[in-house]
């Protein structure tokens, strides 16, 4: 976080919550939050492992996804298709619907 960025949080919270935040409690409350977010960022912003590895999983996921589409589209077709060839197949074996 900039030091630009850690001055604007203290002067929100000073305005929003008055001296009491700005104060001891909400330096320990600004301590938390650069804690945190040293968990899934570097100084220069860039994201740490938790959120590179979950940002893989999820394109992973979505071309999992992708292919499961696919895949359900060509059976439906499939099943489409195997109707079709049933229906003329009957109509084939009784033509005047006498059977």
């Given at each position: 976080?900039?030091?630009?960025?850690?001055?604007?949080?203290?002067?929100?919270?000073?305005?929003?919550?008055?001296?009491?935040?700005?104060?001891r409690?909400?330096?320990?409350?600004?301590?938390?939050?650069?804690?945190?977010?040293?968990?899934?960022?570097?100084?220069?912003?860039?994201?740490?492992?938790?959120?590179?590895?979950?940002?893989?999983?999820?394109?992973?996921l979505?071309?999992?996804?992708?292919?499961?589409?696919?895949?359900?589209?060509?059976?439906?077709?499939?099943?489409?298709?195997?109707?079709?060839?049933?229906?003329?197949?009957?109509?084939?074996?009784?033509?005047?619907?006498?059977?």
């Amino acid at each position: 976080m900039t030091e630009d960025a850690k001055t604007r949080l203290q002067d929100l919270l000073s305005d929003s919550v008055g001296e009491v935040a700005a104060g001891r409690v909400g330096q320990k409350l600004m301590e938390k939050a650069l804690e945190e977010r040293g968990k899934y960022y570097t100084d220069t912003g860039r994201p740490r492992n938790p959120l590179t590895e979950a940002d893989y999983q999820v394109e992973s996921l979505k071309e999992q996804l992708d292919e499961a589409r696919q895949n359900r589209q060509q059976l439906e077709q499939s099943a489409e298709e195997l109707r079709r060839v049933r229906e003329d197949s009957a109509r084939k074996a009784c033509p005047s619907n006498e059977c």
